[in-house]
């Protein structure tokens, strides 16, 4: 059997546009553009493909999107004040600080800074606090992608066995947490598997849906899944280059090995990728509908 590709690159084509129809009725009606500002410390060439990436989609959309790039030795204080600047700017709504920072700088302490109403990466502690009691505000993007791809693509979640490969705050720990809450596309049964686990393919193995953000290229082979298991892979590794100078990518899933076995499976590039810089503009959307008094 080979599986289903869930294209999250067509899925969230089709959630732009819905996004882009409530852009110009909130500017029409209520005179609000969306504002977005990315923060980009030093010059990490894959961060700047993902920075890039979002302000593009934003500018698409409508928004008002500013890329404010900063040195790789910008003191830490600085850093903190150019939050602070965002923070009371009035057009911007929405503030995004790229991961990883430069070792210098705390990044704990840079994400306490932002204001939690412009948190639209949902890393905040009062947003992730939120998300624990499930009165979310701002739901973290990659996971808020894979969630919406899992729904929109008809995969059941209900009551699955779900094993998520990696325990990060970015994606592993606040996909375990959305898929178990009650809800819809949720009340799932997480395990959440890590660096230290035992046995590892002991628990992927019995998994309806195997979620992995582990950082490790092709680190979920064929014989560690079941047959018909549904795959989301979350990894970006670099394995290399072309000829030409473009990034070689490939996924935390060897691909071909469980696209024969699974039911569905994301691909890379263009599975969870486009899914979260979508609910990245999701979640600006509803930063300026807020500072509008639009529900
Ligand atoms: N680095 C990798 N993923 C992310 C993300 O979702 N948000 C931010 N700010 N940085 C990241």
């Known amino acids: 059997m080979a599986a289903k590709l869930l294209k999250g690159a067509e ?29 980009l410390v030093g010059e990490d060439p894959a961060s700047q493909s993902y920075v890039r990436a979002k302000n593009k989609t934003a500018k698409a959309l409508g928004y008002n999107s500013t890329q404010d790039t900063q040195p790789v030795d910008l003191p830490e204080a600085d850093l903190l004040a150019l939050v602070e600047k965002y923070n009371n700017d009035p057009n911007c709504h929405g503030i995004l600080v790229q991961l990883p920072l430069p070792k210098h700088i705390n990044d704990k302490k840079v994400l306490n800074a932002i204001s939690p109403d412009k948190d639209v990466d949902g890393f905040h502690p009062v947003n992730v606090g939120r998300l624990m009691v499930g009165e979310p505000l701002f739901l973290p993007c990659t996971p808020f992608g894979i969630q919406e791809l899992l729904s929109r693509s008809g995969q059941p979640v209900e009551g699955a066995e779900v094993v998520v490969v990696g325990r990060s705050n970015i994606v592993g720990k606040p996909i375990a947490v959305m898929l178990m809450q009650k809800g819809p596309a949720a009340n799932a049964t997480v395990t959440v598997v890590h660096t230290r686990t035992k046995d590892v393919a002991f628990h992927t193995k019995r998994a309806d849906i195997v979620i992995v953000a582990a950082g490790v290229p092709e680190y979920i082979k064929g014989d560690m899944i079941k047959e018909g298991a549904v795959i989301i892979d979350v990894g970006v590794n670099e394995v290399g280059k072309t000829a030409d100078g473009k990034r070689i990518l490939k996924g935390d899933v060897a691909f071909d090995e469980c696209f024969e076995k699974a039911a569905a499976i994301t691909p890379v590039p263009g599975g969870v990728g486009p899914m979260t810089i979508t609910m990245l503009m999701k979640n600006t959307l509803q930063a300026a509908k807020f500072f509008a008094g639009v529900s």
């Open 11 to 39: 899925v969230a084509k089709e959630i732009r546009e819905q996004i882009k129809a409530e852009v110009d009725e909130l500017k029409d009606k209520h005179g609000v553009t969306p504002g977005l500002v990315t923060i």
